[in-house]
């Protein structure tokens, strides 16, 4: 088990909207669209949406909760492409040259921005995948300032995390975590994030990959990490004892977790006296 001993408070640690895709929303299409997400049919570019397939839907098969997101390429005639399943927290820009199309961060309408102006260490969540052979699911968070767009003029990126999903079926729930690289000291204003179900411009027909449950995860320092003679912790009876000798009176607590990042406890402490929990 590892002990995470903090003062402070949680609420600060921002978190990704709608992360389990339990909130759908009419966007006038024949598919809900999942709530704070946006696809390739509500692109910037209004005349191509109408011709812009759908590659996503609202699956039961879900991680946890009623329902998770479901991506599928998607072969398009019209131009004689395979469209990558993709959603994206942002707003795509399409085009009829598929190697110019992007996802951006509109900072003027929230519909199509992640406000973050915290700094995770990285981002887990629980997937699926089906891919074609040759191809491959993506995972993709970008944090940054103002305007950003992947791909685009990489000068407001703070950080980057990215994954490939595997190239062969994975059909139960798995866990991924991805760490942020960060290149800049700036502190972040918002996040982009894109999900796919295949290599981008290069998708192959049939892919198909699922994903729920995302999540930020914060370094326990950023939040006030108590050092080792602040803190007495100790077992007696099945019952775990926590000290803490702390005068600030600012709020305390502690999460147990174990070494496949579960949370097994998670309390609030009050400081300068024993508090107690059983574990049996």
């Not at 951006?104 to 997937?127: E, I, M």
Request: charged share 15%.
């Amino acid at each position: 088990m590892i002990l995470l001993i903090f003062t402070g408070t949680l609420s600060s640690q921002q978190q990704i909207q709608n992360p389990g895709f339990e909130e759908w929303e009419d966007v006038g299409l024949s598919k809900e669209e999942p709530t704070h997400w946006s696809s390739i049919k509500t692109s910037d570019n209004l005349s191509l949406n109408i011709h812009a397939p759908i590659v996503w839907d609202k699956s039961t098969d879900a991680h946890s909760g009623n329902y998770s997101l479901y991506l599928f390429n998607y072969y398009v005639s019209l131009i004689n492409h395979v469209a990558a399943g993709t959603i994206s927290n942002g707003r795509f820009h399409s085009d009829l040259d598929p190697e110019l199309g992007y996802a951006f961060t509109d900072p003027n309408n929230p519909s199509y921005h992640g406000v973050l102006t915290s700094k995770p260490d990285s981002v887990v969540g629980w997937y699926k995948c089906n891919p074609a052979v040759g191809d491959f699911g993506t995972i993709k968070f970008l944090l940054h300032t103002g305007y950003a767009a992947i791909p685009g003029d990489e000068s407001n990126y703070i950080a980057m995390a990215y994954q490939e999903l595997p190239t062969v079926e994975v059909n139960t729930w798995t866990r991924f975590s991805i760490p942020f690289v960060y290149t800049s000291n700036a502190t972040p204003e918002y996040f982009l994030c894109i999900l796919t179900s295949g290599n981008g411009t290069q998708a192959i027909e049939g892919s198909t990959a699922y994903f729920d449950d995302l999540k930020f995860i914060y370094n326990p320092s950023s939040i006030g990490e108590l050092k080792q003679n602040d803190f007495k912790v100790y077992t007696q009876n099945d019952i775990l004892k926590v000290e803490i000798e702390d005068n600030s009176n600012d709020p305390a607590g502690f999460i147990l977790v174990d070494l496949n990042g579960r949370i097994i406890y998670n309390a609030s402490l009050e400081t300068n006296t024993i508090n107690e929990f059983s574990i049996s």
